[in-house]
Structure formats: C-alpha cells, structure tokens
C-alpha cells in the first residue's frame, strides 16, 4: 500500500514548480524581441498549463487539494530579472539564457520525483508522461541557447528559430 500523502506532496511540488515554468514562459514571451521565440514562449506555457491541469486533477483524484500558486522564490527571482533588465536592458540571448536556467532548474526536480521510489505507480506513470515535455522543453532551450552563445562569441547574432 501507498502513502497518498506523499504522493500528493510530490505532485504538489511540481505543480508549484511548473506554474513557476508557465509564469516564466509568459515574460519571456513579453521580453523577447523576436516574435517567433514570443510564440514558442506562449506555446509552451500553454503546453506546461496542461500539465499543470493533470496534475491538479491526480491530486484531487487521490483526495488531496492542489497547489495553485507558483512558489515564492521564483517569484522573488522575477522581481529581480525584472530590476536587472531596467538597469541593464535585456536582449533575446539574454531571455533564453534565463529559460534555459528555468529549464535546468524544472527538469531536475522533475527527475528527481521519478526517481521517488516511494511514488505509487499510477503516479510515477503520469509523472513519466509530463516529464517527456519536460525533458523536450530543456532540450530545445539548451541547445537554442548553446547556438545563440556560439554565435554571439563568433562576432554575430542569430536569431532565427
């Protein structure tokens, strides 16, 4: 037998961490410059508020109550992405270097409730699922980011996607 409570603190948590990812995607969206990255920026939002929508429903299918906030911190980090890019100014490089950390930081935690083996099956099935978004959205953004670095340290800027 499985402890539902802790299945429910896992999923809370990544509830919480995606909606973080969803609030990221949506001001990376408003500070891009180029509109095709604002695109895939709200494409993927809208991809993680599905998530989010499984998630909350496999809390409340276990008798839980779902998060429906991000966390404080990544709130409190957007607060000074938002200082910094007034004082410093902010370039498309610059947004997906910071969705590229967002997409690090949520692949971990994502990684490390599969690996929960205290998870109920049922669980760690719909955990797999997501995380294949997940893994895709981190993939895209570290290599966009790895190309942006690349051709920025070689003397000029690409921005096609």
């Known amino acids: 037998m499985f402890d539902k409570s802790h299945d429910i603190s896992v ?5 919480e961490t995606t909606i973080d990812s969803v609030d990221g995607y949506r001001r990376s969206a408003q500070e ?20 989010v929508s499984k998630l909350r429903d496999e809390v409340r299918r276990l008798g839980g109550n779902p998060e429906d906030d991000g966390s404080v911190l990544a709130a409190a980090h957007r607060a000074f992405l938002s200082l910094r ?3 410093t100014g902010s370039d498309d490089a610059a947004v997906i270097a910071e969705v ?23 669980t760690r099935s719909l955990i797999q699922q997501s995380y294949d978004s997940v893994r895709e959205g981190r993939d ?13 340290s070689s003397g000029g800027a690409s921005t096609s996607y």
Not at 140 to 152: I, Y
Request: no cysteine; proline share 0%.
């Open 11 to 15: 999923l809370n948590s990544l509830i």
């Open 85 to 87: 890019d007034k004082v």
């Open 32 to 51: 891009a410059t180029n509109s095709r990255f604002s695109a895939a920026f709200l494409e993927r939002a809208s991809e993680r508020e599905q998530i």
């Open 140 to 152: 895209t953004f570290r290599r966009l980011h790895e190309d942006m670095s690349s051709t920025s």
């Open 100 to 122: 590229d950390h967002g997409e690090s930081y949520l692949n971990g935690k994502w990684e490390t409730a599969l690996r929960d083996d205290q998870l109920s099956q049922e």
